[in-house]
């Protein structure tokens, strides 16, 4: 059994985003307390959790308990599997119910019975406690440190536009359209959203229709280490025309909110529209699409109108004057 922290901003996209890896590997959600996952699946799933953008951790799940007393009975009953030295570290969920000022001691203590050596400083295992509507114990595996995408904001890449998504937003993206080879981001500006998807292996096809994107967006990509892309330039809402013939396995992409500036001379609702027609038609069968849209703007309804199933939708606050919806469609 795994445990995998889910990030707080956007819940339920990052609980999809994890199905969507498990559907991929094999494994599900067996269980949810706030923010904090229960997975039914083996280290077969860790390539696929690995590539998630919105998740603080997982790890190995040894114990839940229903109170600190019946935690620490459980606790001295199973032989720990640490490695080297360790530390107990309590993350303390805002739905939780329980006193566990004195948790980290009273396992600490039950751990070090079993011949483990503590050092607070620099642990070569870390034993995790979540504090939610119940209790829960177990092993770090693997932390999404922050830093690593932090270094992908806009601001950090050769070339520099302000709109762009956060790229753990663009990796969620990605994740959402369960992509295993390929992708295609049809608006892909300054390619915030291939970046997210070459780092985890995905060929990526990309398109705008302004020739400094295209320009961008490869220098981009190259800063960032990927080699397995076609950019080109061109139209989002005639994309049988920019790739005749080809099929793709995904498509996730971010369109521009209407600035003259980005819509380039059309009117917003109705670009948003051709784009749907145009990215349901070099779509495969069963494959997925992930796209951003204003929220005065019924994403749904017209992709409904134009083949797509829904299958998540979640709303995002962005600024007072930007509130939008991210929506996955299946054809
Ligand atoms: C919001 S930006 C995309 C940002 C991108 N996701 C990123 O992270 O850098 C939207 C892009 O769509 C492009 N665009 C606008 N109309 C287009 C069209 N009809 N076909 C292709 N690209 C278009 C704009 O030039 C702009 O670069």
Not at 173 to 194: F, H, Q, S
Not at 242 to 248: A, D, Q, R, S
Not at 264 to 283: C, F, I, M, P
Not at 285 to 291: D, N
Request: aromatic share 10%; net charge neutral; hydrophobic share 40%.
């Amino acid at each position: 059994m795994l445990y995998l922290e889910i990030l707080g901003n956007l819940p339920e996209m990052a609980m999809d985003e994890v199905k969507a890896m498990l559907e991929l590997s094999g494994g599900k959600i067996s269980g949810r307390d706030y923010l904090f996952l229960k997975l039914d699946a083996d280290e077969r799933a860790f390539p696929f959790l690995q590539r998630l953008g919105l998740a603080h951790e997982y790890g190995e799940l040894l114990l839940e308990a229903e109170s600190v007393e019946g935690l620490i009975e459980m606790a001295a009953e199973i032989e720990w599997p640490i490695k080297g030295t360790f530390k107990v570290d309590t993350e303390t969920m805002t739905n939780c119910s329980h006193n566990v000022r004195d948790l980290p001691r009273k396992l600490g203590a039950v751990i070090t019975s079993q011949g483990h050596r503590v050092n607070l400083s620099s642990p070569q295992t870390l034993v995790r406690v979540y504090c939610g509507e119940k209790l829960y114990a177990g092993i770090r595996l693997h932390y999404f440190d922050p830093k690593d995408f932090e270094r992908r904001k806009a601001h950090h890449r050769p070339f520099f536009r302000p709109i762009s998504l956060h790229p753990r937003v663009s990796r969620a993206l990605v994740n959402l359209t369960k992509a295993r080879k390929e992708i295609l981001d049809p608006m892909m500006g300054a390619g915030g959203i291939l970046i997210e998807a070459g780092l985890i292996g995905l060929k990526v096809y990309g398109v705008d229709i302004k020739p400094e994107m295209v320009e961008g967006a490869k220098i981009n990509l190259e800063h960032y280490g990927i080699k397995d892309y076609v950019l080109k330039l061109g139209d989002a809402t005639e994309l049988e025309k920019v790739f005749p013939g080809k099929e793709f396995e995904a498509i996730a992409t971010d369109p521009p909110y209407g600035t003259s500036a980005t819509l380039a001379g059309r009117r917003r609702d109705d670009l948003y529209r051709k784009v749907l027609r145009s990215t349901y038609s070099v779509l495969k069968e069963g494959g997925r699409l992930a796209i951003a849209f204003p929220a005065d703007f019924d994403g749904e309804r017209e992709a409904e109108a134009v083949g797509f199933t829904l299958v998540g939708k979640y709303y995002q606050r962005v600024h007072k004057s930007l509130k939008r919806y991210f929506y996955v469609f299946e054809k």
